[in-house]
């Protein structure tokens, strides 16, 4: 019994040895130059049927609203009033205590609450076609312009 354990152990130090040599060896360089690393696509791809978005981060504000204009009909219904701060919504609807930061990614959320109503926009940090800025009321309703803060008045997202 004792034999098998040493002749195991024995084979296991081998085997360790063997392929710790094997990975210290240095690579072969190769003669093929390196990839170049692939670029972004520059179009963008709608997420769903219908997505109003063009750029990824205009997708993830509008998603952003949605899920704030979906908690607050939520705590609405259930209280009676809408929320007047971002951090009463939590945990109505699919709204997070992360999503309180007004921070998101190319985006700036202000968020204005009352009882009887709320105003939620997303302004970019830079404002271009590819990042339009939005507004929305309680009506749930997004508006959104490329070339000035949206408004009321600005065209509805589609």
Do not use: C, W
């Not at 152990?9 to 692939?38: D, R, V, W």
């Not at 109003?52 to 259930?78: C, G, T, W």
């Not at 009882?115 to 940090?125: C, V, Y």
């Amino acid at each position: 019994m004792k034999k098998n354990v040493t002749r195991f152990l024995a084979t296991i130090a081998s085997l360790t040895i063997a392929a710790s040599s094997l990975f210290a060896q240095e690579p072969t360089p190769s003669t093929a130059p390196a990839a170049a690393p692939e670029a972004a696509p520059s179009t963008y791809q709608p997420k769903f049927r219908g997505d109003p978005a063009r750029s990824d981060s205009e997708a993830a504000a509008l998603a952003y609203m949605r899920v704030v204009i979906r908690a607050e009909h939520q705590f609405n219904k259930q209280y009676n009033h809408f929320a007047t701060s971002l951090a009463e919504l939590v945990h109505s609807g699919s709204f997070t205590k992360r999503m309180v930061n007004p921070e998101r990614g190319d985006y700036t959320a202000s968020f204005e609450g009352q009882k009887d109503s709320f105003i939620l926009t997303m302004t970019p940090k830079q404002l271009d076609a590819q990042h339009r800025s939005f507004y929305a009321e309680d009506d749930g309703k997004i508006h959104a312009d490329e070339e000035k803060p949206a408004d009321a008045k600005s065209p509805v997202v589609k």
